[in-house]
């Protein structure tokens, strides 16, 4: 199982194709603000999920 995952993967001629690819489509000044937001998202989604685990762990001291 581990060598097809490992098949699967891209090497680093294939990430540097896709580096280049998305810098030709979006250009360089483009590429920190869309960082900026993507890494914005996965803050908001944490702080979102935070509150949901702590009354799942909540319930489960209860119900032990």
Do not use: Y
């Not at 896709?18 to 603000?33: D, T, Y």
């Not at 944490?46 to 209860?62: F, H, Q, R, S, T």
Request: aromatic share 2%.
């Amino acid at each position: 199982m581990n060598a097809t995952i490992a098949m699967m993967m891209p090497g680093v001629t294939e990430l540097l194709i896709i580096a280049a690819v998305i810098l030709m489509l979006f250009g360089a000044k483009k590429i920190p603000e869309m960082a900026k937001g993507v890494a914005t998202a996965i803050r908001e989604v944490k702080g979102a999920v935070k509150p949901i685990n702590d009354e799942i762990k909540d319930i489960k001291k209860e119900l032990n």
